[in-house]
């Protein structure tokens, strides 16, 4: 079991302490630190910025947003970075949802499937640098030839000779068929709330993805990379009062991280049986009662999600995250005495 270290994206100002963060993260033998991004800060440039002060961390998105960029666009971020840093870039992306293309990147959100399909086809293309880049599909098409196009595109090469033609793509997904593809095209899944109760669902999704014809990896070689939060305590009251602050977060996703209609983290929770809880807890957060919806978070939905307890609990429970298939746990920690502690408690 790798370990990363989850950045995230920003608040309203820059966060403060994330170089100790990283260096602690660093010294203390972690995989991978990881970057996102919502709708403010991005996620290319903080990494590039914290992760030059690293030589071993493999440098990750956890997420870039599909539509905030052109495949070739991400493609050139990805190889940039990839050459900065000697080869340790980690490409996640994902759909996002439709609020957020559509109203702050001004993209269409239909068919999300095959436009992840498209994405990936064309920046595999560009990394292996076999030929100038086309693309025949209907959502990137290469050269462009649609709407006020002048007719003059050209295919092109890139100019900079990719450092690794085989970049790792990894895939934030949540509902069964972009699942089961992000098994069957990706390198890796970035799962956001995956934990040992819902591992189950996710396995047959999963095996369908790799089951199909030229599919890229196979259970053996694909990484399951499950974000949580990690936190060693002494006691019931101190593991309580980490409970009760991670609940706000759970309330977040669950009920005003989309439209009311359309909330795919609201979805996943449903389907880990928690449906009346996630309706009562939208209704109540998109009526900007946020304090009486995260009040309504179970205490046994927060301790599943998440690895809270003392130093020999946590040691429980990392295996059995490890027994479902997780390879690397992405951890959001505080401090960079929590790094150290989760690495000493770990080693």
């Known amino acids: 079991m790798k370990l990363g270290l989850q950045l995230g994206y920003w608040g309203a100002q820059p966060p403060e302490g994330v170089g100790a963060l990283v260096a602690a993260a660093e010294e203390s033998g972690f995989d991978a630190m990881f970057t996102a991004e919502a709708w403010g800060s991005d996620a290319f440039t903080p990494l590039a910025w914290?992760?030059?002060?690293?030589?071993?961390?493999?440098?990750?998105?956890?997420i870039v947003q599909m539509s905030g960029r052109s495949p070739a666009s991400i493609a050139m971020h990805a190889l940039t970075l990839d050459h900065l840093s000697n080869g340790r870039v980690i490409l996640g992306m994902g759909v996002s949802g439709p609020q957020v293309v559509e109203g702050w990147y001004g993209q269409p959100f239909g068919k999300p499937l095959a436009r992840t399909r498209e994405v990936i086809e064309i920046i595999r293309k560009i990394l292996a640098r076999d030929e100038p880049v086309t693309n025949d599909g209907p959502h990137y098409p290469l050269p462009y030839?649609?709407?006020?196009?002048?007719?003059?595109?050209?295919?092109?090469?890139?100019?900079?000779?990719?450092?690794?033609?085989?970049?790792?793509?990894?895939?934030?997904a949540e509902g069964p068929k972009n699942v089961a593809q992000t098994a069957?095209?990706?390198?890796?899944?970035?799962?956001?709330?995956?934990?040992?109760?819902?591992?189950?669902?996710?396995?047959?999704?999963?095996?369908?993805?790799?089951?199909?014809?030229?599919?890229?990896?196979?259970?053996?070689?694909?990484?399951?990379?499950?974000?949580?939060?990690?936190?060693?305590?002494?006691?019931?009251?101190?593991?309580?009062?980490?409970?009760?602050?991670?609940?706000?977060?759970?309330?977040?996703?669950?009920g005003g991280m989309g439209a009311k209609d359309q909330n795919f983290h609201k979805n996943v929770f449903e389907r880990?049986?928690?449906?009346?809880?996630?309706?009562?807890?939208?209704?109540?957060?998109?009526?900007?009662?946020?304090?009486?919806?995260?009040?309504?978070?179970?205490?046994?939905?927060?301790?599943?999600?998440?690895?809270?307890?003392?130093?020999?609990?946590?040691?429980?429970?990392?295996?059995?995250?490890?027994?479902?298939g997780v390879t690397e746990l992405v951890l959001s920690l505080r401090t960079p005495e929590d790094i150290r502690r989760v690495a000493e408690t770990l080693a």
């Open 50 to 62: 914290w992760g030059r002060d690293t030589s071993r961390l493999r440098l990750g998105t956890s």
């Open 145 to 172: 030839r649609g709407q006020n196009s002048v007719g003059l595109g050209k295919p092109l090469k890139s100019i900079v000779h990719p450092l690794r033609a085989d970049i790792p793509i990894w895939l934030g």
């Open 184 to 254: 069957e095209i990706a390198d890796g899944w970035l799962p956001i709330f995956y934990s040992p109760k819902s591992a189950g669902m996710y396995q047959p999704w999963l095996d369908e993805g790799f089951a199909r014809p030229g599919a890229r990896r196979s259970r053996a070689d694909f990484e399951i990379a499950a974000t949580c939060h990690l936190q060693v305590v002494d006691n019931a009251n101190e593991k309580q009062a980490v409970m009760d602050f991670m609940k706000p977060f759970v309330a977040l996703y669950m």
């Open 272 to 324: 880990m049986g928690y449906e009346k809880v996630a309706q009562e807890v939208q209704d109540l957060y998109l009526t900007g009662e946020k304090d009486k919806a995260a009040a309504l978070i179970p205490n046994d939905l927060v301790d599943d999600l998440h690895i809270i307890g003392t130093a020999g609990e946590v040691r429980e429970r990392v295996a059995e995250w490890a027994e479902t």
